[in-house]
């Protein structure tokens, strides 16, 4: 969202982005996954600390940072 990372516990269980999930085909390979966004209400719950992250496998992680946790709910998605 804004570029700005949250971490959502139990993003993929929310109604709207569970159906869009269970739409793709078992065992398809992760690269053939069409892409989706899903606008969501948001709420932050509260900050993690010291969370290190990285995006590809074969990439350095990240300097420990603060990031924001978070619930959703009213998800709508495109895609």
């Not at 516990?9 to 269970?22: C, D, M, S, T, V």
């Not at 996954?33 to 992680?61: E, Y």
């Not at 924001?68 to 709910?73: C, G, I, N, Q």
Request: glycine share 6%.
């Amino acid at each position: 969202m804004d570029r700005h990372l949250y971490l959502i516990p139990g993003l993929f269980l929310e109604p709207a982005i569970a159906k869009r999930f269970q739409a793709e085909p078992p065992n398809k390979p992760r690269e053939q996954l069409k892409r989706f966004t899903a606008n969501c209400q948001i709420k932050v719950i509260g900050k993690l600390t010291g969370v290190r992250t990285r995006w590809l496998a074969n990439t350095a992680w990240s300097n420990p940072e603060d990031i924001d946790v978070a619930t959703v709910s009213a998800c709508k998605v495109e895609g």
